[in-house]
């Protein structure tokens, strides 16, 4: 397959969906360069609004996804495969084709009000990021915030986009009641890397500064280094942590790059269209952390590598997070105050 890279887009291809069994390839004479691939939308008929993960090397036990795909277009993206559960393509498909859960909302309200429902935090972007540029318009994780604030159920928010703090009135009063906390996830402060590798994301600059102004509202926030890639980004983690340091973060945390099933061949295309010249470094130093593959899916394993370079990242990490004073004091959210069935005097609405 032959890239066919488009401007504002991560992915230069649909690789072929590993459920089906025909494909297809555009053909030379029909490809236009400079076409403009415009954004879909699709209503998704959800019945419910949280997925349950049972991970051991994922800090959480429920997860809310208002929207699957991502406009981001982030080319290392490890839920792209997931698109292809839909019928769609992991490639451009994921990032241009949009489903949308109108509802997700009402979904989470009902899932609160069950006699069964135990309060337990529950994270907000545990596949595609809550605050892609469509939650601009649909406003659904704002509302949903508007029922963790109603039940008192703490979450926890995991993002790229610099939107967040759109919501920083709702993240205030969560904050205050110790229901929430937030991570932005800084891969690189070089914005051309940024711009090709994710490029529908907040730029770097404004990463750190939605930090600063969730850190000065009295809102947990932290940094991700996510995903660290051996032999491209790694090198930037100390500037990347005194940075965020600087704009407020308390903690941090980085996991390594994943490529699952055609990611592998998206972030390889991408790297030798971008960056040819670092392109076997890279590929290299990938392999080294995996034991010689280019992916890992064993626990305790897959988000942090194994081998001397692995060791070498975790080593530094610790050293920059000690420096300047990240993972000092452990922020633990409330469970205590959920109102399981809120009367019309509770009700925030």
Same mark, same amino acid.
């Given at each position: 397959?032959?890239?066919?890279?488009?401007?504002?887009?991560?992915?230069?291809?649909?690789?072929?969906?590993?459920?089906?069994?025909?494909?297809?390839?555009?053909?030379?004479?029909?490809?236009?360069?400079?076409?403009?691939?415009?954004?879909?939308?699709?209503?998704?008929?959800?019945?419910?609004?949280?997925?349950?993960?049972?991970?051991?090397?994922?800090?959480?036990?429920?997860?809310?996804?208002?929207?699957?795909?991502?406009?981001?277009?982030?080319?290392?993206?490890?839920?792209?495969?997931?698109?292809?559960?839909?019928?769609?393509?992991?490639? &451009?498909?994921?990032?241009?084709?949009?489903?949308?859960?109108?509802?997700?909302?009402?979904?989470?309200?009902?899932?609160?009000?069950?006699?069964?429902?135990?309060?337990?935090?529950?994270? &907000?972007?545990?596949?595609?990021?809550?605050?892609?540029?469509?939650?601009?318009?649909?406003?659904?994780?704002?509302?949903?915030?508007?029922?963790?604030?109603?039940?008192?159920?703490?979450?926890?928010?995991?993002?790229?986009?610099?939107?967040?703090?759109?919501?920083?009135?709702?993240?205030?009063?969560?904050?205050?009641?110790? &229901?929430?906390?937030?991570?932005?996830?800084?891969?690189?402060?070089?914005?051309?890397?940024?711009?090709?590798?994710?490029?529908?994301?907040?730029?770097?600059?404004?990463?750190?500064?939605?930090?600063?102004?969730?850190?000065?509202?009295?809102?947990? $926030?932290?940094?991700?280094?996510?995903?660290?890639?051996?032999?491209?980004?790694?090198?930037?983690?100390?500037?990347?942590?005194?940075?965020?340091?600087?704009?407020?973060?308390?903690?941090?945390?980085?996991?390594?790059?994943?490529?699952?099933?055609?990611?592998?061949? &998206?972030?390889?295309?991408?790297?030798?269209?971008?960056?040819?010249?670092?392109?076997?470094?890279?590929?290299?130093?990938?392999?080294? $952390?995996?034991?010689?593959?280019?992916?890992?899916?064993?626990?305790?394993?897959?988000?942090?590598?194994?081998?001397?370079?692995?060791?070498?990242?975790?080593?530094?990490?610790?050293?920059?997070?000690?420096?300047?004073?990240?993972?000092?004091?452990?922020?633990?959210?409330?469970?205590?105050?959920?109102?399981?069935?809120?009367?019309?005097?509770?009700?925030?609405?």
């Amino acid at each position: 397959m032959t890239s066919r890279p488009s401007k504002s887009r991560g992915a230069g291809f649909n690789p072929a969906n590993r459920f089906d069994t025909k494909s297809y390839e555009v053909m030379d004479e029909e490809f236009d360069p400079d076409r403009k691939i415009v954004t879909q939308f699709f209503r998704d008929t959800a019945k419910t609004a949280l997925a349950k993960n049972d991970s051991p090397d994922i800090g959480f036990t429920f997860d809310l996804n208002p929207y699957r795909g991502c406009e981001h277009g982030c080319i290392y993206c490890y839920a792209r495969p997931t698109h292809e559960y839909l019928g769609f393509s992991s490639g &451009l498909d994921f990032e241009t084709k949009i489903m949308v859960k109108p509802d997700i909302h009402l979904l989470l309200d009902k899932e609160f009000q069950k006699k069964s429902w135990k309060p337990s935090i529950v994270s &907000l972007s545990g596949n595609t990021d809550c605050y892609q540029p469509v939650e601009r318009k649909q406003e659904l994780t704002r509302k949903c915030l508007e029922v963790f604030l109603k039940f008192r159920n703490p979450v926890s928010i995991i993002t790229r986009n610099a939107l967040i703090i759109r919501d920083i009135d709702l993240l205030s009063e969560l904050a205050s009641l110790l &229901l929430v906390s937030v991570t932005i996830t800084i891969t690189t402060l070089d914005k051309k890397l940024q711009r090709s590798m994710e490029p529908r994301t907040s730029s770097p600059e404004q990463k750190l500064k939605a930090i600063e102004a969730l850190a000065k509202a009295g809102i947990n $926030v932290g940094v991700s280094l996510s995903p660290v890639i051996p032999g491209l980004n790694d090198s930037e983690m100390p500037a990347i942590l005194k940075r965020a340091s600087e704009h407020g973060a308390s903690f941090a945390f980085y996991t390594l790059l994943r490529l699952p099933h055609s990611v592998e061949a &998206l972030f390889i295309d991408w790297l030798r269209r971008e960056y040819p010249d670092r392109e076997e470094k890279v590929v290299n130093r990938i392999k080294d $952390v995996r034991e010689g593959k280019m992916n890992s899916s064993e626990f305790g394993k897959r988000m942090t590598g194994t081998g001397e370079i692995a060791d070498s990242i975790a080593q530094l990490f610790e050293l920059m997070c000690k420096k300047f004073g990240f993972n000092e004091t452990e922020y633990r959210l409330s469970r205590d105050i959920f109102i399981g069935k809120p009367n019309d005097q509770l009700d925030l609405f």
